[in-house]
């Protein structure tokens, strides 16, 4: 006879008979068809399957148990019959992922054309995963295969996953941002930028999108905001309603005739603060160059800027540019790799000046410099792949003073740094051991729930990382 409680206060008992076999499980707990009834002694039967009823038991009592014979979608949909979703959804999804006890915990391969073009994770752990010539597949949070379909574009560089069904994407072979329903594998609708009064906007291809912020910091009608460039190089942040998918304003005209005004790469929204982190990065036979600004997402107007090399704002490192930059929306932080010695630096948003860096430098293995770094903030830790492997970075306890608040017209009220960010209460460490690290360079690094995806130069499949219900590791706070 199995049992499960609905993880509060004990209730009534409901027995039921499945398939011949006697289950007994909380009356809370059970969907309302089956919790309902007059008392009886005989047990409701249920014709179905107790085997999966069974499965899906010790899956919620043992999470760390040995895998099922059926897969995770059937267990899940057996699991919805009987009310048990959210319960069985909890158990299967990991631990608070902590980055310096991750490992790698699968690969994800697609069955045709495996080779990942970009990854658009969820909060809840699922993945949107584009492929190959214009395949998109989608994992559910349970990371089980649910559904691959092809769109009309040749290759997906940039991809959005907008619950519960739309996933938007962008190509660099084609104009316009793409939202299809990835569940039908219908094509919904197409948003383009446009300008009558301008002959040089046309046929724009997006370049980024920018990422939902998390749901306990944004509300669920925040912008779809994408990066668009034309031929001509002429470029901007074209903020979209993800309701009517309409676009409904420019942020960050730009005619990209020169290397601080091309199209940016990287695009953050920062909703509490009422900002939009952008940052564009180029490289060639002389280093690196880039820029990162804050616009103002009312008036349109940047409130902070820096260039490297040289420039308004620039750091003291002068011939260190970063390589890759990204932002931690909750702890209100620029992070950036610099692509000659590999260092990491930290910006407190909120006391932001001239050269607002902090700096700190790498373990042992970190000697290998930045070049082809790439970052990623997730879950307030700093991932940045090296040469030698994937390094993650921790803050160990919040070292903020009374930080100033944004002005209404300038949005950053600068602050000595020594009020700011203290590095002493930094610490990396190497999440892969060498051998994982051989199976080569690192291309892209995005993070979702409790899940850390990484995929590599040509290397098939994405690879998750995830911290073990084994690891006993505790948190750096």
Not at 21 to 39: M, V
């Amino acid at each position: 006879m199995g049992t499960v409680g609905g993880g509060g206060r004990s209730g009534t008992m409901k027995q039921l008979n499945v398939g011949g076999k006697l289950f007994s499980l909380e009356a809370s707990s059970l969907s309302l068809s089956l919790s309902l009834g007059s008392p009886s002694p005989t047990p409701t039967f249920v014709d179905r399957d107790p085997a999966l009823l069974s499965a899906v038991l010790a899956a919620i009592r043992s999470p760390s148990s040995a895998a099922s014979d059926f897969p995770a979608r059937v267990l899940l949909d057996e699991a919805n019959f009987y009310g048990l979703h959210a319960h069985l959804l909890a158990a299967l999804s990991p631990p608070p992922l902590r980055g310096f006890s991750a490992s790698l915990a699968s690969t994800l391969c697609p069955a045709s054309e495996p080779f990942p073009t970009a990854l658009a994770p969820h909060h809840d752990g699922s993945l949107c995963l584009a492929h190959g010539a214009g395949l998109v597949t989608y994992y559910s949070s349970a990371l089980d295969h649910h559904t691959t379909f092809r769109t009309h574009l040749h290759r997906i560089t940039s991809l959005l996953q907008l619950p519960p069904r739309l996933a938007v994407l962008g190509s660099d072979s084609a104009p316009g941002l793409h939202v299809y329903d990835f569940l039908d594998g219908e094509h919904v609708a197409s948003v383009q930028w446009s300008d009558p009064t301008d002959t040089r906007v046309s046929k724009a291809k997006v370049v980024a999108v920018a990422a939902r912020p998390p749901a306990d910091v944004a509300d669920k009608n925040s912008p779809i905001l994408a990066t668009f460039e034309c031929p001509h190089r002429e470029n901007c942040i074209l903020a979209v309603d993800p309701v009517t998918l309409k676009p409904t304003q420019e942020i960050g005209r730009q005619s990209g005739s020169a290397a601080k005004s091309s199209a940016p790469g990287r695009v953050v929204h920062l909703p509490a603060l009422g900002l939009v982190f952008a940052s564009s990065v180029s490289s060639g036979a002389f280093g690196y160059s880039g820029y990162m600004r804050l616009w103002d997402i009312r008036s349109g107007n940047v409130v902070w800027e820096t260039s490297e090399p040289g420039g308004a704002g620039r750091s003291s490192r002068f011939g260190d540019p970063f390589a890759d930059a990204d932002v931690d929306v909750k702890q209100q932080a620029i992070y950036k790799v610099c692509s000659k010695s590999g260092d990491l630096a930290v910006a407190d948003l909120r006391c932001l000046g001239n050269d607002p860096w902090v700096y700190m430098s790498s373990g042992p293995r970190g000697s290998a410099g930045g070049y082809g770094s790439v970052l990623c903030c997730h879950r307030s830790q700093v991932f940045v792949s090296r040469n030698d492997g994937l390094e993650v970075w921790s803050r160990l306890e919040e070292h903020r003073h009374n930080t100033g608040e944004l002005t209404e017209q300038s949005g950053i009220k600068e602050r000595p740094k020594s009020e700011g960010i203290d590095e002493r209460f930094y610490r990396s460490c190497y999440v892969d051991t060498e051998e994982d690290a051989k199976r080569g360079m690192i291309q892209m690094i995005e993070g979702g729930g409790d899940r850390l995806f990484v995929t590599r130069e040509e290397m098939q499949g994405v690879e998750v990382w995830e911290t073990s219900r084994r690891a006993g590791s505790i948190s750096l706070s």
